[in-house]
């Protein structure tokens, strides 16, 4: 096992705490091994599955960095809204939110909106927010590593 896997591994399993709405939990975060700030995250149950809120916050070099972030999700595993608004670095700014409510999905990112017709799934190509990550990474172990396949890029 490589060590930012078993670094994250240990993440997860000592970040989460359930609780009676759902689940809450914190990760800390790091920066060349020095704590930098966290990310806090809450899972609720919602009519048709649940849903994780994230607020990430940390500081790098003087600059705070900040991401606020949501996802729902069918009780399936599907994605269905995600919402990513804040910082992912310093310099790294996102604007994004992706709605597969009523199709052609739509996709609106800095303000800009279009339909997206493409594959179904959605990627997270950022290691923020370790939440979703989390998530991810529940699915995969509940379906099994079959049920993951390549996706292709969004244009």
């Known amino acids: 096992m490589s060590k930012p896997f078993a670094g994250l591994t240990l993440a997860l399993l000592m970040g989460s705490v359930f609780v009676l709405r759902g689940e809450e939990g914190r990760f800390l ?3 060349s091994m020095k704590p930098v700030g966290e990310e806090s995250y809450v899972l609720e149950p919602e009519a048709s599955g649940k849903a994780i809120r994230s607020d990430f916050q ?6 705070q960095v900040s991401l606020k972030a949501r996802m729902s999700l069918r009780a399936d595993g599907t994605v269905v809204r995600l919402e990513l608004r804040g910082n992912t670095a310093r310099y790294n700014a996102i604007d994004l939110e992706l709605d597969g409510t009523h199709l052609p999905m739509r996709i609106t990112e800095n303000g800009a909106t279009r339909a997206y017709t493409g594959p179904s799934g959605i990627g997270i190509g950022s290691y923020a927010p370790i939440a979703f990550q989390q998530e991810m990474v529940r699915q995969w172990l509940q379906k099994g590593p079959r049920s993951c396949r390549p996706c292709p890029s969004v244009p």
């Open 29 to 31: 975060l790091h920066k």
């Open 58 to 63: 940390f500081k790098d070099r003087g600059q």
